[in-house]
């Protein structure tokens, strides 16, 4: 699982261990954070793995995978939670910026479905979740490059999901919203002013979503789905 140190991967992890999935806590900055994950994945008795990298360079991005298979086996779970955010509007949005975004939040997923899938595929099983945003539907508030790469998601997922239902592999996204202990959210006044456009009238809680992630994960009649955590802000 990348982005697995923190948010939304940390609660997500120790969840898939006590499953009885070994765990690969793949992170991008806090190799600390990463490394008591993987305690708490060892704890439930399975095994864990750390691998760390900036999932900005699509071959690091495969490279990771071919360690993780090297070390803990075939991967039958693919949960792409990485992802970079930096506020910027149109104009103030840099081409680097733009390329970085779309190369961590989109790219790297879609390179390592590609490296998974066909083992998938031969064994009779698999599970890809990617973890997309609200911002796919609204535009968020983020900005263009954070909207268009989570967007890219859902289109990845429906394409994948349509080839390989047949073969045991699901393929599915979650959509959350202004998630709480996550680096997606604006802070001080702003952060404010967005709860209250809520209709839950507070922000969601990564355990709220590692619950349905791993609901997801355990069913294997739910595929080409893009489910929204999002406390009601964008019904559909």
């Known amino acids: 699982m990348t982005g697995a140190s923190g948010g939304i991967g940390a609660a997500l992890a120790p969840r898939l261990a006590r499953a009885g999935a070994d765990v690969a806590v793949a992170y991008g900055r806090r190799g600390e ?7 708490k994945v060892r704890g439930a008795g399975v095994r ?10 699509p071959a690091l991005a495969a490279e990771i995978v071919a360690e993780v298979e090297h070390a803990l086996g075939p991967i039958d779970i693919l949960v792409a939670n990485a992802g970079t955010v930096t506020v910027r ?6 081409l680097d910026e733009w390329q970085n975004t779309l190369a961590v939040n989109l790219t790297a997923p879609f390179v390592q479905a590609q490296a998974v899938i066909p083992g998938m595929r031969e064994r009779g099983f698999g599970r890809v979740l990617l973890i997309s945003s609200v911002a796919a539907f609204t535009g968020g508030v983020v900005g263009p490059h954070y909207a268009a790469s989570k967007a890219g998601l859902i289109g990845l997922t429906h394409s994948l999901a349509s080839r390989f239902a047949r073969d045991g592999v699901t393929v599915n996204a979650i959509a959350p919203a202004l998630i709480e202990g996550t680096e997606m959210l604006p802070g001080g006044p702003e952060a404010d002013a967005l709860k209250e456009r809520i209709p839950v009238g507070r922000l969601g809680r ?6 349905i992630a ?11 789905q893009v489910i929204g955590v999002d406390g009601g802000i964008h019904p559909r």
């Open 214 to 224: 791993l609901a997801v994960l355990t069913n294997g009649y739910v595929t080409n």
């Open 89 to 94: 509007t149109l104009e103030d949005l840099t």
């Open 48 to 57: 864990s793995y750390v691998v760390g990298g900036d999932l900005g360079s």
């Open 206 to 211: 990564p355990e709220e979503v590692a619950d």
């Open 33 to 39: 954070a990463a490394a008591r994950i993987a305690a």
